[in-house]
């Protein structure tokens, strides 16, 4: 049972990471692709229906580490309270920007809420990227299962690189996403800079992975390839798709390492938290089960319907004038 939570944690953390990602990485590029308000707006609708669902995900994550495997919630988080923070305040701001943005008809109103979208995308997005490596390479935790150190402990070279790799992982598969959900322009404007920054943003990610599990990284590079060249061959949908398979890849090959650890010890293997001594009894993860095998369903035909309403590409002509 403590196994199967493992993998269903490390499968909300994929769904996270793939539906976030593309969410962040279209804020992160608003002044990049959006060259004037009307263009903004485009993007900014491209996700106006899912982002806060997509945030779902993390929840649950967090949620289910919590009931599933206490003790590994409880030294990650004590040690994550500055990223944590951070990202919080980053999301609060980010999710009033999509609000409050559109009530005003002033430039500089507006320019100041699109820049706490871009801001709030990219602190958000490192700050996952740092919680995510620090799970995978480890705290310093002594024989008592105790996060010993500074509260800095989190932030090292490694895991600054990790939160690069799924910053420059937002950043193209935002880009591609931009290029599925638009028309005109925008579009073109989405596969250029996707094609330009793929080969320098992605290398973070292949760093990470290289850390993690060495030639494993060759089977991501690889997909991200494939990427990369179907977006060139004008198939955006396929290029997406590729993107999310490269990020399951991630996700497989960085919790597949980490098992059966759920949070290693730099300071002595022996001493790293396990599924074993971490989780709860076997009878709340029973009833945990029971919880998600009638819930998980439901969350997904809702999200997948809405995913499926605003399937549709948009452009600048559908863009009512501002008022």
């Known amino acids: 049972m403590e196994t199967l939570w493992f993998v269903l944690i490390a499968v909300l953390w994929l769904g996270y990471l793939f539906l976030e990602g593309f969410d962040f990485g279209v804020g992160m590029l608003l002044p ?6 009307t263009e903004r707006r485009v993007m900014i609708n491209t996700i106006g229906p899912v982002w806060d669902g997509n ?19 409880a030294a990650l988080l004590s040690a994550a309270y500055l990223p944590l923070t ?19 008809d002033n430039p500089r109103w507006r320019r100041a809420w699109d820049l706490t979208i871009v801001a709030g995308s990219w602190i958000a997005t490192l700050c996952v990227g740092l919680l995510i490596s620090t799970t995978v390479l480890g705290l310093p935790i002594d024989a008592n299962g105790d996060r010993v150190g500074s509260p800095f402990a989190a932030i090292r070279l490694d895991t600054v690189i990790g939160a690069l790799a799924f910053a420059g992982y937002a950043l ?39 850390i993690v599990a060495g030639l494993w990284a060759a089977v991501v590079v690889a997909i991200l390839g494939l990427a990369m060249w179907r977006l060139v061959a004008d198939r955006d949908g396929q290029s997406f798709a590729l993107m ?38 076997p009878y709340t993860l029973k ?36 008022h």
């Open 244 to 281: 999310g398979l490269a990020i399951a890849a991630t996700v497989v090959i960085l919790f597949g390492s980490l098992y059966p650890n759920v949070l290693p010890s730099t300071l002595n293997d022996a001493w790293s938290l396990t599924v074993a001594n971490t989780a709860s009894s």
């Open 55 to 73: 945030e779902v995900w993390l929840i649950v994550a967090i949620g289910a580490t919590f009931a599933a495997f206490p003790g590994w919630y």
């Open 172 to 210: 193209v598969h935002g880009a591609v996403f931009t290029a599925l959900k638009t028309e005109g322009e925008i579009r073109e404007r989405a596969r250029r800079v996707a094609m330009t920054l793929a080969p320098v943003a992605l290398l973070p990610l292949v760093a990470l992975l290289a």
């Open 287 to 322: 009833v945990m089960t029971w919880v998600a095998a009638f819930g998980t369903p439901a969350v997904l035909v809702y999200q997948g319907w809405t995913y499926w309403v605003f399937r549709k590409r948009i452009g600048v002509r559908h863009i009512p004038a501002a």
């Open 32 to 37: 990049v692709l959006g060259r004037d308000n």
């Open 86 to 104: 951070l990202f919080l305040i980053a999301l609060i701001g980010r999710g009033v920007a999509f609000d409050y943005r559109g009530k005003v």
